[in-house]
């Protein structure tokens, strides 16, 4: 029995897995300071956005203006994932750590990281509910359909956001570790594929009306709540690709 297959066998320990967490934030750039830097400027390039746009109008532009901007700091979340298991993944083998244990510790990490980013965007709601959106209507964090079931379904819903962008770069890393760049390529075009049969099903079915109706109907908490279900189900896909890695 090889030293890979006998890791494999061993119990995953609470204490091993708490050390992939130590190690991920060995780095703190990759989970924190770079998320923090990324949503700051997004946030400060916005209010300078608002402001510019009001000065010009003298304050006729005053209407509820929804800046993108926030999407930035959980598209990132991508990059974090790929760090994650190209940056890390030698070091805990190394380490004698289980696949099973680098994975769980590493989604432990990004947990962590994705909770304190969640926490930012909803005090920053606050703060846009607070003054009116700067006192220009100028929304950054604070999104209505987001935040209709209140403050903790927003923490929510961008805390799975930001969970599943994690683990599509997580994977899609494991994926080109497991079957080189050939490999990424083709899944990356058969998901795409796949998008567009869906889009092209529903555009010949005339039946857009109804998906959106039915985004209405589900409301932002239930659909964060089937988000919480596909970033479950790309995750287990992740591990069982992690697992067959060469040694």
């Known amino acids: 029995m090889t030293a890979v ?12 897995t708490l050390n992939v967490v130590r190690l991920q934030f060995i780095n703190r750039q990759t989970f924190v300071w770079v998320p923090l830097i990324v949503l700051g400027g997004a946030w400060t390039i916005m209010l300078l956005i608002f402001w510019i746009v009001d000065t010009a109008s003298g304050g006729a532009a005053r209407g509820v203006v929804v800046n993108g901007a926030a999407q930035a ?20 083998q190394a380490m004698s750590l289980t696949r099973r244990e680098f994975f769980v510790g590493s989604l432990a990490a ?6 304190g980013i969640a926490v930012l965007f909803v005090l920053i709601g606050l703060l846009e509910l607070a003054t009116d959106g700067y006192g220009v209507r100028g929304h950054f964090a604070y999104l209505e359909w987001v935040w ?40 990356i075009l058969a998901v795409t594929l796949l998008l567009v049969g869906f889009a092209a099903l529903v555009t ?34 992740s591990y069982l690709t992690l697992r067959r890695l060469p040694a």
């Open 5 to 16: 297959q006998e890791r494999a066998q061993r119990p995953t320990s609470p204490a091993r």
């Open 73 to 92: 700091p959980l598209w990132y979340f991508l990059v974090v994932g790929t760090q994650a298991m190209t940056l890390t993944f030698p070091f805990s």
């Open 148 to 187: 209709e079931a209140g403050p903790l379904a927003a923490w929510l819903a961008y805390f799975t956001m930001t969970m599943l962008f994690f683990v599509v770069g997580f994977w899609f890393s494991t994926l080109y570790k497991r079957f080189s760049s050939v490999g990424l390529t083709l899944a």
């Open 110 to 115: 990004a947990a962590v990281s994705a909770a």
């Open 204 to 237: 010949f079915q005339q039946a857009w009306p109804q998906v959106w109706q039915w985004i209405l109907d589900t409301g932002a908490l239930g659909l964060t709540l089937w988000g919480i279900l596909l970033t479950a189900v790309l995750a287990a896909g």
